[in-house]
């Protein structure tokens, strides 16, 4: 699960296995479709056109939604806009986004292009590489792997070489995305918002990834929210706010006269949901208050509620899920 950080989005990817050899390509694709989605290439050249063409799709999904900003007179004040709404269609409107390439699983003997020279043609690209080798090759890819040429190895040979597989992809999967979010992480930091790297935060998000089910999830604001979806396509939210931002609202509720709203914000009782408006924050007449949970954080103290959704406002249809995404492409394979 996550360890150092929470990524600002994450999403199941499609693994991409180079290999000559048809047949252990089919066997090992036949054996990750019940988790993983993938696709196979028998030539290592067709595999590097298609992988050039898609290197940058999850950054383009990431940078529709999330704008961060320095302020023109102030290079150390940095603005962090989460435009949930723009999330919101390209869930819908996009469902290639599990069409994504992130982790390459590529044998090592292979005619005409080796995998050392494979991966060292995506060396610019942030893909995540698993190396297959036999037993003559073993040598060189443990001396290749310390050198930093690909990610982790595995002997084809091996007894539980599957299982092993599946766990590196889904290890790689996560550092894909802290990776891609490292950038924004820094930004929130410097807003204050480090709660993302916070050890009894990741503590209580993998907690409540489990306990769900969830498969996907999207930063919603500055604060630290996200937006949920498990494997059925069902959204959820955590809400997230640190002491500050809890005064803060407590503040803005009593200016437009919600004095109980104010004195039950202020009290750590309630919290807001997610709130938006045309021109920023949503007069508190128009906000959702939850139930607030404490998160202690050393000398801090965070403020979280999870909230169950029928689906994103404005639609009738739940998003198409993962598993119907899976189930689509067994189907079409």
Request: aromatic share 12%; with cysteine; proline share 4%.
């Amino acid at each position: 699960m996550f360890k150092e950080s929470i990524p600002c989005c994450y999403f199941p990817t499609k693994v991409i296995i180079i290999d000559d050899n048809k047949e252990f390509s089919n066997h090992l694709s036949f054996a990750l479709n019940k988790k993983f989605h993938s696709e196979r290439f028998a030539s290592p050249t067709a595999a590097l056109t298609y992988l050039r063409d898609n290197g940058e799709l999850a950054k383009t999904l990431l940078n529709k939604y999330i704008c961060v900003s320095e302020e023109q007179y102030s290079p150390s004040a940095v603005t962090v806009d989460v435009h949930v709404a723009s999330l919101h269609e390209e869930l819908y409107t996009q469902p290639i986004r599990f069409d994504l390439p992130v982790v390459l699983v590529v044998d090592y003997a292979m005619p005409g292009m080796n995998g050392l020279e494979f991966c060292a043609a995506l060396a610019d690209l942030p893909y995540k590489k698993i190396m297959l080798t036999g037993e003559a090759d073993y040598d060189f890819a443990v001396e290749a792997f310390n050198l930093g040429k690909f990610d982790r190895f595995v002997k084809k040979t091996e007894e539980n070489y599957l299982t092993k597989i599946q766990t590196y992809i889904q290890e790689l999967n996560i550092a894909y995305f802290n990776g891609l979010s490292q950038s924004m992480l820094g930004m929130l930091g410097q807003k204050g918002q480090d709660v993302l790297h916070s050890s009894a935060f990741i503590h209580k998000f993998n907690e409540i990834v489990v306990e769900r089910g969830i498969v996907e999830f999207y930063l919603a604001d500055d604060m630290g929210s996200y937006i949920f979806l498990d494997a059925k396509g069902r959204v959820g939210q955590l809400i997230l706010r640190a002491e500050d931002d809890m005064r803060f609202f407590a503040e803005l509720a009593e200016n437009d006269g919600m004095e109980s709203m104010a004195e039950a914000i202020a009290d750590g009782k309630k919290m807001p949901g997610l709130i938006g408006g045309e021109d920023g924050l949503a007069p508190a007449q128009e906000w959702t208050l939850c139930d607030a949970n404490v998160l202690p954080e050393g000398d801090n103290t965070y403020y979280y509620a999870v909230i169950d959704e029928a689906g994103f406002e404005g639609h009738k249809e739940m998003p198409l899920s993962y598993q119907q995404y899976l189930m689509s492409a067994i189907k079409a394979a």
